[in-house]
């Protein structure tokens, strides 16, 4: 097979394999909240299927703190939620990760992305990005956020620049970038059907509980933000790098995070990165039918109890109660775990 994922004498759509480990790569997952306060019930719930998916596996589980947007960061959030989790007795396996700490990992990925003429600076605010939507007869939604529309792509037109973003049709088509056609050793196997892959302009990836999922990221999304106009790192940059430089192979996360999966994979690619699997949880939702979140008031998680705790969270992922102790208890629900969730096991 030669580098460009092409058996010799024969075309095939995909056969670099995006995101698979090989066979024998150990598990390694990761609980990644952002310290904007404690920990309530939702957030236990994600914490507690991905430890048990860890376990299950005879992984590792590792705690990341994503506080790269630190104007939302509370003082001391961090280790509330360190405390939480220890009174759950889900403790990590490797000392604990700042993103606050690695703006040079970071940088070093949109360097890369700049040199391989996949990212570009942006000096559209806002108000700018509106009025060329309204200038195309668009107008934006309540609650909706307008799609970039693409104008700095080809110059800043004498504004400074202010942001910069990935140019999500050259990542899905531009197979001759620099950075695409690198493949890793690891990352050349045969492509099985429902891996993730994109098809022109298509992601295409299999969620372990959602099932099979499709987007067009430059029509859904656009050129999305990798480094802010404050010069903050932008989430889907973030966990992109950490999540490789950490060697993850499966993300178990909230529902609400879904759609955060093919802008990531979109990256995955652009930086010839493995993509994880992934499994999003169930969410847990607030009187008013929303998902629970701080935002809207969520209540901080109660670790005095911590068995009382975990069986409720327990309850949302469909496991059975127990009686504990709370030792007792994960084990418990360890069992159950990979009697339900480990088969098939995602390609390794």
Known sequence: MNPAGQADGHETRAAVRVGAKPPSSPYRGRFAPSPT??????????????????RARGGQ???????????????????????????????PDE???????????????????????????????????????????VERGRHSELIYPGTCRDGLRGRPAR?????????????????????????????????AVPNGRIVRWRDRRLGAAAQDVAAAV???????????????????????????????????????TPRQILLQRALNLPTPCYLHTPLVLAPDGQKLSKQNGAAPLDTGDPLRALNTAAAVLDLPLSPGPVPAALAFWTGAWRRRWIQPPCGR
């Open 61 to 91: 589980w590792l705690v990341r703190i994503e506080d790269v947007d630190t104007p939302r960061c509370v003082p001391g959030a961090d280790r509330t939620i360190l405390a939480q989790l220890a009174d759950c007795g889900l403790m």
């Open 222 to 260: 656009g050129d999305f933000v990798l480094k802010r106009a404050d010069g903050l790192w932008a989430y889907q940059l973030a966990v992109v790098v950490d999540d490789a430089d950490q060697g993850i192979t499966d993300i178990v996360r909230g529902e609400d995070l879904a759609d955060n």
């Open 95 to 137: 000392p604990v990760a700042w993103q606050s700490q690695r703006s040079a990992r970071y940088q070093q990925a949109l360097d890369r992305l700049v040199a391989g003429g996949l990212a570009y600076p942006c000096g559209c605010s806002r108000r700018d990005i509106e009025a060329e939507w309204l200038g195309r007869g």
């Open 37 to 54: 306060g404690p920990l309530h019930a939702g957030s236990l719930v994600a914490a507690l299927a991905s430890w048990l998916d860890a």
């Open 163 to 195: 942001a910069w973003r990935l140019n999500t049709d050259l990542c899905a088509i531009k197979s001759d970038s620099p950075i695409a056609n690198r493949t890793q050793a690891a990352m050349v196997f045969e492509q099985p059907a429902d891996e």
